[in-house]
């Protein structure tokens, strides 16, 4: 004999639709507690886990705008240092200028002034250094970036060296140079002296400095466009990381009024599929009854 409870079709019918409806109340009640309409797999599978790569994907690209950040503070450091240079150099342009004119005397202080602001524009150039990368003291340094992790798409800078015997070297005729400046390796300083009195020989000096100075000015350039590529770059990161996000959000974040509105009519309809099948038990009640 069988021990089963065989319901009444109409109960069985009334008690699929509250149990249905209960599955929709967990379901509202879990999108407003959490604010996801999809919170796992389980949910939606493809859903989720498109929601989930482009979470990722801009969750990456905040990573490398954080790196480019520093790497426009590198570059920011490199430009000052160059336009700080430039300023040294036009300094020491007017101390030839001065010491054409001078006596041998006031020529010996002005060799002394020369040599210790060269000394000081060195120094300032191995100090321009931001997270141990220095773009102004090594023409083989470089600034790497990287943009995507999912693509090949990198960005190299390379570095300069403005050294003041580097930019004196590069730009220097020997045979003019050497007779107004002696340039002196002791230690790691460099030392100048001024060693000639003939105007022409400190208008040839002074045209060495020029050129050193447009190398700065010219480091300083590229450098400078280079944050501003750098910059327009991070602002399309950030516009595309706000669309990523905007993205995985339409997918799987409820709406909250909707969800709100959807709970009232849930329970509101709980009701009602309460007193029907109370109505569908009652009939089954009524046969029982005849047996009394």
């Known amino acids: 004999m069988s021990s089963n409870v065989v ?77 700080s240079v430039d300023n040294i150099l036009t300094q020491l342009q007017g101390i030839l200028n001065s010491a054409a004119t001078e006596t041998a005397a006031q020529r010996a202080a002005a060799g002394t002034q020369f040599n210790t602001i060269s000394k000081q524009l060195n120094n300032l150039v191995n100090a321009a250094s931001y997270q141990g990368l220095n773009l102004v003291n090594s ?29 004196v070297t590069v730009h220097a005729v020997a045979s003019k140079l050497a007779s107004v400046i ?16 003939k105007t022409s020989r400190f208008q040839a000096a002074f045209n060495i400095l020029q050129n ?34 905007g993205g995985s959000d339409k997918l799987v974040v409820a709406d909250v009024n909707k969800e709100s509105t959807n709970l009232v009519t849930l329970q509101t309809r709980q009701q009602l599929a309460i007193q029907s099948l109370s109505i569908a038990t009652q009939s089954e009640q009524a046969v029982l009854r005849l047996f009394h």
Do not use: E, P
């Open 7 to 83: 319901l009444g079709s109409a109960t069985r019918q009334n008690l699929l639709s509250l149990q249905d409806i209960n599955h929709n109340i967990g379901t509202s009640q879990n999108a407003l507690a959490t604010g996801l309409k999809v919170s796992s797999a389980v949910d939606n599978a493809v859903v989720f886990f498109q929601s989930q790569s482009l979470t990722n994907r801009a969750s990456d690209l905040q990573n490398r705008n954080n790196t480019i950040n520093q790497g426009i503070s590198s570059l920011t450091t490199a430009t000052q240092a160059a336009a």
């Open 139 to 167: 023409s083989t340094s470089t600034l790497s970036l990287q943009f995507s992790l999912s693509s090949t798409d990198t960005f190299k800078i390379k570095g300069g060296n403005l050294q003041v015997s580097v930019l």
């Open 182 to 197: 002696v340039l002196n390796s002791v230690g790691a300083a460099q030392k100048f002296s001024l060693v000639s009195n």
């Open 212 to 245: 050193a100075i447009f190398s700065a000015q010219a480091t300083a350039q590229t450098l400078g466009g280079n944050v501003t590529l750098l910059q327009t770059r991070l602002s399309f990161n950030q516009q595309y990381v706000t669309t990523l996000s």
